[in-house]
């Protein structure tokens, strides 16, 4: 039950970062290079945003999103809940070519964008994984909160 309930907001900002660089093809079980992006708090978690950098030059590929229940790296604990494609980049002389690519859990500006759950309940996870290794790697971001 969280613990701030009328209105219900976050108590604890939650921010968390990886990069990938290894491709995991599995679209059932992302355990092999698959990484956790977040797990939610004791009391939940609020998903605001999932924020994808390139950090250099990379061929394309394709960012997968799975939610997983908290019990365990089994294949019937997971769900593929959204890809998204993530174009070549190159490293210029000022910064790197091409946009961040950000996955909102409200489609606000109804783009196609508004694939994340809303919410996490305790103890379940977010995990990603590329369906290419790539030679810079790519920094995923989480942002929400904890209940």
Known sequence: MPANTIPIYPITPHV???TLLTADTNFKTPATNGKVLVTAGTNG???DAVKVRALGTNVATVLRI???DGLGVEEANFSLVY?????ATTVQTSKITGVDTVLL???YANDGNG???PALNAGQKL???LGTTVASGYAVTFMGGDY
Request: hydrophobic share 45%; no cysteine; charged share 15%.
């Open 127 to 129: 995990y990603v994984s």
């Open 16 to 18: 968390s970062s990886i």
């Open 45 to 47: 978690t609020r998903i």
């Open 83 to 87: 890809e998204v494609e993530l174009t």
């Open 66 to 68: 799975f939610w997983n």
């Open 105 to 107: 859990p409200i489609n």
């Open 115 to 117: 694939v994340l759950p």
